[in-house]
């Protein structure tokens, strides 16, 4: 019988680990905010809390290290990383001025990332350089697409990131600059060893052929690191919302199968050991720059090296030392990496599980039950159900830590969260393992393409059967969540509960946990029901920047108008706590009404997207598949008189009369409001992008007349409508969605004026965030975020 899990013993924080923060603290705020004075206050608060904690340790006997040995340690980190971060700050200005007083058609770029789609042609990341005058990378943008590696020149323009947050994330990676190529006159690779490798993975790449399927497009990212058929297809999407997403990113997990397949076959040749752990870091290291070199695998890579390094020389290696040390290194050699989010994730994740991950499997396995087996079942089997069990519970805590410390940093920048993570981890964890091992054996039989296919064939059947089990997972009920907090305030309270268990060290009982998990499943249950089937009868025009959302909901029944640009759209909804909608009807087919479509697949459940007559035929490619994703069919038209029922509430379809491309704003649809239940009742129209032609147009047509409230038209263009239309309509409430400091004006004043002289309370988005509107017994009851209803 496998003996029990013993409780571990408080793990020790070694100098390195409190070096390796300040050093990338110290390193995001100066290359981010280009002050250096924030990198003293670092250094100093950051030694005096480290040297602080180990005295503490000292005192409670748990620490070897002396106090004065961390601080020393602390210091020296924080002043190399300061004086690092401030060199790239001085040799990135000079680089910076060269490139303003130059023409950019004398500069030399090098591609050093896979190119990206954009709205506008290509971007990806670039090392500019020009004979006698400091280099440095910015971001290029083509209108055709460069291949990694490859060299270019031509005709563009040169603007330095600005202080916004995108300008400060930039810098932060070492970026200092956006190069635009209006025309690229000359391109070709870039010679040297390196192009063999590059060479080898478009090689890889063409065996694989990513753009035939969507396993192939998913092996293509596990196997080379290049992932953009994978965001085409909306596979990032997909991997995200179940918690999976660094199955198919380049790390740790890819390098351990990479390494263990290679053990294997040198511990059988003859070679001395320190010729297999040459061999093992050569080939391992070609795996990577196979890859891209992504900062997260060269991390990984390290660490690989470091642990077959100690096992040569008879030492068994300090896992949380070593990654330290590793990554301090990374980070004071290219200051830049502390800034990218792969490299952070990679280290928080691993020195997370470093800390925690024996701790929470002991948790789990006070809650996970023994399985009961009958007397006659031998001993043999028990053992190995045992230990199944045993491999089992720990991989369900590694997920739930990883899960844990990195969720500050994924809500901030992704703004949702899986909570079946851990779940479709252990499901497909497995079947994922034989698509690496298959992925691997085709790259390299790829020079005898016959022979590769056969791995190929594997990979297909169990990728197939990976995605399959994702997309049903994904439509799970809060299969994910979306964040509304920042992420400091999420960072603070992940950071004060490790503190708190690393301090306090509790050994769990099972009593507690059970009953602590039932006041967390009690709590989540209430708010849940109360949110999802107890919501209030409303109409909420939400603040999505420049854009239009718009939620009509009352008690389980809800509908989405329009979603808004990308990105911002499942914050919206989690700041109403919003779980399910029932439809999605889109006015018409531009970018800030439908973009965010996307953010809903596995947060927010939705049955149906609707569209005006003849618009199904033009929807764009990328929304159409984030349509299957979200309801697993496309489109549905709704036309002219079409009534749709949300509760007590019901929508009218006014606008438009005929067929539609719903590329233009006239095409919008325009809906007319309304709810009667009781002595409370409410009235509005709902534009879209119609103007006043539209608008004026469903007036005279006798569909609309006096409203409470107007979701005015085209973000409050001047003109969105006309004063004739505006005293027959005569609002209690007007309200405009428009993001601030938009490019064009809106709302413009003229339309302010107009409805203003009709005694219309003008409102907008971009002043008071989420607009609520009532019915009530005397007249539309309004409230905005974080305000009482007035």
């Known amino acids: 019988m496998a003996s029990e899990r013993r409780f571990p013993e408080r793990p020790s924080i070694p100098p390195a680990l409190y070096a390796l923060v300040i050093t990338i603290l ?20 950051g030694a005096c809390l480290s040297c602080c904690v180990t005295w503490w340790r000292q005192r409670t006997a748990e620490c070897e290290v002396p106090w004065f040995g961390t601080f020393a340690c602390c210091v020296m980190a924080g002043v190399s990383a300061l004086v690092v971060a401030a060199v790239t700050v001085l040799v990135c200005s000079r680089f910076t001025a060269a490139m303003r007083a130059s023409s950019v058609s004398s500069w030399t770029f090098e591609v050093t990332s896979d190119a990206t789609a954009t709205d506008y042609g290509y971007r990806c990341r670039a090392h500019a350089r020009k004979r006698g005058v400091a280099s440095g990378d910015v971001w290029l943008n083509t209108k055709a697409e460069l291949k990694y590696g490859e060299l270019a020149q031509g005709v563009g323009r040169f603007r330095v990131c600005g202080d916004d947050d995108w300008g400060r994330s ?53 196997i080379t690191g290049d992932r953009r058929q994978m965001a085409a297809r909306g596979l990032d999407v997909l991997f995200s919302a179940c ?36 061999i093992l870091a050569l080939l391992t290291g070609l795996f990577v720059m196979t890859c891209g070199s992504p900062p997260s695998a060269v991390r990984a890579w390290l660490m690989t090296v470091v642990a077959a390094g100690s096992v040569l020389v008879g030492r068994r290696s300090d896992g949380l030392s070593a990654i330290s040390l590793v990554a301090l290194t990374m980070a004071l050699i290219d200051p830049g990496v502390s800034g990218q989010l792969g490299y952070v994730l990679s280290v928080v994740c691993v020195i997370g ?123 799970l009920p809060m299969a994910a969540v979306a964040v509304s907090a920042d992420g400091l305030t999420i960072g603070l309270l992940v950071m004060l509960c490790c503190v708190a268990i690393l301090v306090l060290w509790p050994v769990p009982s099972r009593r507690v946990l059970v009953m602590s998990a039932g006041v967390v499943a009690f709590v989540f249950c209430a708010a849940v029901i109360k949110w999802r089937y107890l919501a209030p009868a409303r109409v909420c025009v939400l603040d999505v920047g420049q854009g239009d959302a718009i939620l009509v909901q009352d008690g389980r029944a809800a509908i989405l108008v329009d ?54 035929e033009h929807v764009p490619d990328e929304l159409g598949q984030a349509v299957m994703q979200l309801t697993g069919a496309p489109c549905e038209e709704i036309g002219y008189g079409d ?34 239940r009781g002595a409370k009742h409410l009235c509005g129209l709902l534009t879209g992008d119609g103007e006043a032609e539209e608008t004026g147009s469903v007036i005279q047509a006798g569909d609309v007349s006096d409203v409470d409230f107007l979701k005015v038209g085209h973000h409050g263009s001047e003109v969105s409508l006309s004063q004739e239309d505006a005293e027959v309509l005569s609002p209690e409430v007007a309200v405009a969605s428009a993001g601030a400091g938009n490019v064009y004006g809106h709302p413009r004043q003229e339309c302010i004026d107009v409805l203003e002289s009709v005694g219309a309370q003008f409102l907008c988005t971009k002043d008071l965030g989420d607009i609520e509107i009532r019915p009530s017994r005397h007249g539309p009851l309004l409230s905005h975020r974080g305000q009482s209803p007035t």
């Open 170 to 222: 930039s810098r932060r990676q070492g970026i200092w600059g956006t190069v635009m190529l209006v025309r690229v006159t000359w391109h070709d690779q870039a010679a040297g060893p390196l192009s063999v490798i590059r060479l080898w993975r478009e090689h890889i790449e063409e065996t694989i052929c990513p753009s035939n399927s969507d396993g192939r497009a998913v092996l293509a990212s596990c």
């Open 243 to 278: 918690g999976v997403a660094h199955l198919v990113a380049v790390s740790g997990s890819h390098l351990s199968i990479v390494s263990a397949l290679l053990s294997h076959m040198l511990v059988r040749s003859r070679l001395r050991p320190m010729a297999r752990l040459g």
């Open 353 to 475: 599980l470093a800390l925690f991950s024996r701790y929470v499997a002991y948790a789990v396995d006070l809650l996970v039950p023994r399985p009961w087996l009958p007397r006659t079942v031998s001993a043999e089997f028990r053992i190995k159900l045992m230990k199944a069990r045993r491999n089992g519970v720990d991989s369900l805590a590694a997920c739930l830590v990883a899960q844990a410390v990195t969720l500050p940093l994924v809500g901030s920048v992704f703004g949702k969260i899986s909570l079946i993570g851990p779940i479709a981890m252990l499901v497909v964890g497995l079947p994922f393992t034989g698509v690496l091992w298959c992925g691997l054996m085709a790259a390299v039989l790829s020079p005898l393409p016959i022979l590769a296919r056969i791995p190929l064939w594997v990979a297909d059947m169990l990728l197939a059967l990976v995605l399959h089990v994702l997309r049903l997972l994904s439509r």
């Open 643 to 676: 009534l749709l029922r949300v509760g007590g509430f019901e929508l009218r379809v006014v606008w438009p009369r005929m067929r539609v491309t719903g590329l233009e704003n006239p095409d919008s649809l325009e809906l007319v409001v309304e709810y009667q």
């Open 563 to 616: 979603t808004g640009p990308p990105g911002v759209l499942a914050q919206a909804l989690a700041r109403e706590h919003v779980l399910h909608v029932d439809a999605i009807v889109l006015t018409h087919l531009h970018d800030d009404h439908y973009g965010g479509v996307g953010d809903l697949v596995g947060i927010t459940g939705c049955e149906r997207v609707l569209v005006a007559t003849g618009v199904s």
């Open 26 to 45: 110290i390193e995001r705020q100066i290359l981010g905010r280009g002050s250096v004075t924030l990198g003293y206050w670092g250094v100093a608060v």
